[in-house]
């Protein structure tokens, strides 16, 4: 569902990278769009990426 501030976003992708969305997407118990597919993988990635957190001072 769209928000009033999301921004457009677009990319190219070749067949072979959207296959591989695809299957990933019908991997997942409900199907999400294609879009929302991509916003599930980049948060993956960003979390598993994110550095700890600091402790507070």
């Given at each position: ?49 994110a ?7």
């Amino acid at each position: 569902m769209p928000l009033h501030h999301d921004k457009v976003f677009q990319m190219r992708a070749s067949e072979e990278w959207l296959a591989m969305l695809d299957n990933w997407r019908r991997s997942q118990p409900s199907i999400p769009s294609r879009a929302e597919a991509i916003r599930q993988l980049v948060a993956i990635a960003l979390a598993a990426e994110a550095p700890p957190a600091k402790p507070p001072e």
